[in-house]
């Protein structure tokens, strides 16, 4: 070695950054150089002149504090290579993150004013961040603006390509790294002094490698903001550029409790106030504006809150964001601004209330006196007070003649008795007593129910054989659901056996059937005998807040469609109330879709044997850890398909995959019985969370740790899909009609008003009343659910153009447009019952095997709403040739990729409905097909299709428990087909008009 030449040892990676920073800076001569044989040792060669090594200390000009050790001096052991900084920095110093985090603090470096100026103003209407900014001048501006506390938000509003932000080194002031990238750490015992930059000096480190020393002169960021509201207007007070913020409402996902409404529906507010007690808005106040706004608050904690979620329903309901400051539910005031800020700006009241809303785009501010604040009891007796300064005094008509009394000063007493043949009696001074009696008005006197539901209780041996009988009758209503004699048989085995509500719903449905309007009444009189909030539709007569109490009961939602229909049938008969009679029609029209009420499920014999609740919409049923045996021989299946990929690592991904969902379902013993134990390569034994770079490390990272993993999916790509869906939890909690509809996770298609628009065949062309339809009926972009529905209310109204859309389409040959008829008639079909009218448009059962046309996800949605159609009609459909068509359309690596990602969900969940003998072959054949992409895609690292492909495997593992789906479609569509004779019940109301208001009082009266 030359003795011109010494040489430090590079220890740690903060002995690098210092020297090199010192080089930069011109305090240091020498170059990096490594040794060429193990171990491979960095040293930065000093040329000996310098004397460095005694007068280190004195060279340092002050940019880094000196040192309190000094660098290790040593001798080479083998031969020395010339290494550049950069080569070294990236292999030593600085790594690259997974993604951009953001530090505590930040300085984020930009040449572009607007986005400098962009980044303060957002960060201060959020009221977030300490923010302080220097401006360098050169041959290109650039700004500084260093926050504490930042937003990745405002972050990710700018111009990507306009800034670059650095993160704060972590235990270090002044060392700065840029965004994506992090150092090694600096901080330890072994590291030169710490590496810590003095004299408020700032050093930046950027990914190439290039160290910037900067000594900025930071101002405060509050010295170029002001605030402006529309009624201010403030002086600039210098030439220099400024910031105007202008307030304004933005949403939150904050929830808030709801004290202050406005009112604007004044005939709605007093309904509210007749249908409840005066003592509920004792702790409520109100202001009555000149222009007919109504506010109401409530005040402090003692206010009737029931009484709040009624005001907030029916009306906007605001919260206290500041003292005495409301603002509507959902937003925040942006920028934040104290009460004390607000009330002076608009000169109020510390006790004046400052209402704040958006209307058209622009913030309304109302200002509410404390002096105008009225209690609600002052409130409507002002308006009792005007109402008897309106009235006119008239002259009693009546005539009272007791030809028995003597004519003198008599003394008379009237009383009035509840009943309806009211008594009147006269009393004179001299004690003679005379009497009459007034008779009631039309009508007469009301009757009870005639229902008697009192029966002694079943022996074991009966229920056991009155539970084989119903049964008997649920197997025969599944193939004729409008036989009304079955109907009423399960009503009486079901009374014998004292199931009350289940005997009067069948009762129900065979007097709907054979249209005794009688027996709807004692069925609907029985159900509330003894009902303390509903029995009194018995009763013959209410006042008028007795009647809104039990409208209010009437209306619970736990009340199922057909009970709270006749119901309201009921009142509106008995106490001659038209209007409610009408609302009971028209909601029955619709089977009450809008209140999502669900008709009585029956499933009385599901709770007898503990496997379900009563009055809860059909659910996906699994099976559970007592068909264990069951489950094991579909686990078996499934693994031997599994096993037919090349790759050990996929598979055993898979496998592990399955224990995880079976343990969801079941429980982790048995999982692991089931699947056994499952050891996967590439295991990682540390608690840190993997880079996507390194492929099946990361894959193994995500299944081992799941669950904890889903906290990893928080964007909307296919790997975070697949983490939120590799339980397949949201299945157990999806009604049986969404997984009928195939909607169980997300539409097939979407519909476009644009695009139908331009279509030759789309909806609008085809249809040219739905060009009316506004955009709650017809949005920009849609599942076809609101479609569905306007087109069903276009039906129910009788309107006759509802189906051209279907007749043109059917006939147009058009492979998208008939998809869309069949995809919007499922959705019809299964929201409002498969009524007659729609089954004509229901394409043949049967698929073409030479077809020509192209295979795209309208013509599988178009087969596979087909099949579910004709399941919903039974109408005969060959399922083993339909789907062994389908699942040989299903393609096979390397090409077809989307064909096969883009149907394999949909015919899975359809495979899943069906009943036939070769249902677990179909799953077996998608499941061989899978894994062939699984490997595919393995091999070619591609995260995005690996994590799809696992999603696919997920629902054909979930498939290894669905085996009861087809037994329980059955009974749903049993229930479906009583939906609509109930449905139809309420048109031929709404035909018949008064004449059938007039039956049902007559009815009432008997």
């Not at 900025?216 to 201010?232: C, R, T």
Request: aromatic fraction near 10%.
């Amino acid at each position: 070695m030359s003795n011109a030449l010494s040489y430090l040892k590079m220890k740690t990676p903060a002995d690098m950054l210092a020297v090199n920073f010192l080089a930069t800076s011109g305090q240091l001569k020498g170059r990096f150089v490594q040794e060429i044989d193990p171990p491979w040792t960095i040293w930065w060669e000093v040329p000996d002149e310098q004397g460095f090594m005694s007068r280190i200390g004195n060279m340092i000009q002050g940019a880094i504090a000196a040192p309190e050790t000094v660098w290790e001096k040593g001798s080479p052991g083998s031969q020395l290579k010339s290494m550049q900084w950069l080569d070294l920095f990236r292999k030593a110093v600085i790594k690259q993150e997974a993604s951009r985090q953001v530090a505590g603090e930040v300085i984020l470096m930009t040449d572009n004013k607007e986005v400098f100026f962009g980044a303060v103003k957002k960060h201060f209407a959020l009221q977030q961040g300490q923010i302080e900014f220097a401006i360098f001048e050169g041959r290109r501006d650039f700004h500084l603006i260093k926050i504490s506390n930042p937003s990745l938000w405002v972050f990710n509003t700018l111009d990507q390509s306009s800034f670059t932000w650095f993160n704060l080194v972590d235990r270090h002031s002044g060392i700065y790294v840029e965004s994506g990238w992090r150092i090694h750490d600096i901080s330890g015992l072994d590291c030169f002094n710490q590496f810590r930059v003095v004299d408020s000096g700032v050093l930046l480190i950027q990914k190439d490698g290039r160290l910037v020393n900067l000594k900025p002169a930071w101002k405060k960021g509050d010295s170029i903001i002001k605030v402006d509201f529309n009624e201010l207007k403030m002086p600039q007070k210098s030439e220099e550029s400024a910031i105007t913020v202008k307030p304004f409402l933005r949403p939150t996902d904050r929830q808030h409790l709801a004290v202050f409404w406005k009112v604007e529906n004044h005939q709605q507010f007093k309904a509210i106030v007749a249908n409840e007690s005066l003592k509920s808005f004792r702790n409520y106040r109100s202001w009555f504006c000149a222009d007919g706004r109504l506010f109401i608050a409530a005040m402090g904690k003692q206010a009737d809150r029931a009484l709040a979620t009624v005001l907030s329903d029916a009306f906007v309901p605001f919260y206290e964001a500041e003292e005495r400051v409301m603002m509507p539910a959902g937003k925040v005031l942006s920028p934040r601004l104290s009460s004390e800020r607000l009330h002076a700006f608009f000169k109020a009241g510390s006790k004046d209330v400052i209402c704040i809303e958006e209307l058209d785009g622009e913030l309304s501010c109302t200002l509410l006196s404390e002096n105008d604040m009225l209690a609600i009891e002052d409130f409507i007796a002002l308006e009792v007070e005007r109402a008897a300064h309106r009235a006119e005094t008239l002259k009693p008509a009546w005539k009272f003649e007791f030809k028995e009394l003597k004519k003198k000063k008599q003394l008379i007493e009237i009383e009035v008795k509840e009943a309806a043949g009211s008594n009147l009696k006269a009393k004179s001074e001299d004690g003679q007593v005379g009497s009459g009696s007034v008779a009631s008005g039309p009508g007469g006197k009301r009757r009870e129910s005639r229902i008697n539901l009192d029966v002694n209780p079943a022996s074991d041996s009966e229920a056991a054989a009155l539970r084989l009988q119903i049964e008997e009758v649920d197997r025969q209503l599944n193939n004729n659901a409008s036989d009304a004699a079955l109907w009423q048989r399960r009503a009486d085995l079901t009374g014998r056996m004292r199931l009350r509500v289940s005997a009067l719903a069948a009762m129900l449905n065979s007097a709907i059937l054979t249209g005794n309007i009688d027996v709807i009444v004692d069925c609907a009189l029985a159900y509330v005998k003894g009902n303390p909030l509903l029995g009194d539709l018995g009763k013959d007569a209410l006042s008028e807040l007795e009647k809104g109490r039990l409208l209010s009961a009437m209306r619970d939602e736990s009340i199922t469609a057909e009970f709270h229909y006749v119901m309201l049938l009921v009142y509106g008969a008995r106490f001659n109330d038209p209007d409610i009679f009408a609302q009971a029609v028209a909601g029955m029209k619709t089977g009450f879709a809008s209140d999502r009420r669900q008709f009585y499920g029956f499933n009385e014999m599901r709770v007898a044997s503990g496997s379900g609740a009563m009055n809860v919409e059909s659910r996906v049923e699994l099976l559970k850890i007592e068909d264990l045996p069951r489950i094991q021989k579909n686990v078996n299946k499934y693994l031997q398909y599994v096993g037919c990929c090349p790759d050990m690592y996929s598979i055993n991904i898979v496998r592990l995959q399955l224990a995880k969902l079976l343990a969801q379902h079941l429980n982790a013993e048995a999982a692991r019985s089931l699947v056994g134990n499952v050891v996967l390569e590439y295991r990682q034994y540390t608690a840190k969370a993997v880079s996507p770079a390194r492929f099946h490390t990361y894959f193994t990272y995500l299944v081992e740790s799941w669950p904890e993993s889903i906290a990893q999916a928080t964007d909307d790509t296919p790997t975070s899909r697949w983490l939120r869906l590799l339980g397949m939890e949201k299945i157990k909690e999806t009604p049986l009609r969404d997984f009928f509809t195939g909607e169980l996770y997300r539409p097939p298609y979407l519909f476009n008003r644009a695009e139908e628009a331009e279509e030759k065949y789309g909806l609008t062309n085809l249809a040219p009343w739905m060009w009316k339809l506004d955009e709650a009926d017809f949005p920009e972009t849609s599942d076809g659910k609101q479609i569905a529905r306007a087109i069903y209310r276009r039906y129910s109204d009788g309107n006759k153009d509802w189906s051209d859309f279907f007749k043109a389409a059917m006939r147009s040959g058009d492979i998208v447009a008939i998809s869309k008829t069949q995809r919007l008639l499922l959705l019809i079909v299964s929201e409002f019952g498969p009524h007659k009218d729609f089954e004509q448009f229901i394409m043949p059962a049967q698929i073409d095997a030479n077809q020509k046309h192209d295979w795209t996800i309208y013509t599988l949605t178009m087969y596979c709403d087909m099949f579910r159609l004709c399941l919903a009609y039974r109408r005969p459909v060959n399922e083993q040739v339909l789907f062994n068509l389908l699942v040989k359309r299903i393609p096979h690596p390397p090409n077809g990729w989307q064909e096969f990602i883009d149907s394999a969900e949909w015919i899975i969940l359809c495979v899943l409905l069906t009943s036939s003998g070769v249902r677990r072959v179909q799953l077996d054949t998608l499941t061989t097909r899978a894994m062939y992409w699984l490997n595919h895609w393995g091999k070619q690292n591609e995260h995005e299709m690996y994590a799809q492909t696992l999603t696919v495997l997920s629902f054909l593992g979930i498939g290894i428990l669905a085996d009861l789906v087809p037994e329980k479609l059955e009974f749903h569509q049993l229930l479906e087909k009583r939906r609509v004779f109930w449905i139809q019940h309420a048109f031929a109301l709404a035909s018949s008009g008064q004449k059938a208001f007039n039956s049902w009082q007559q009815a009432c009266s008997n």
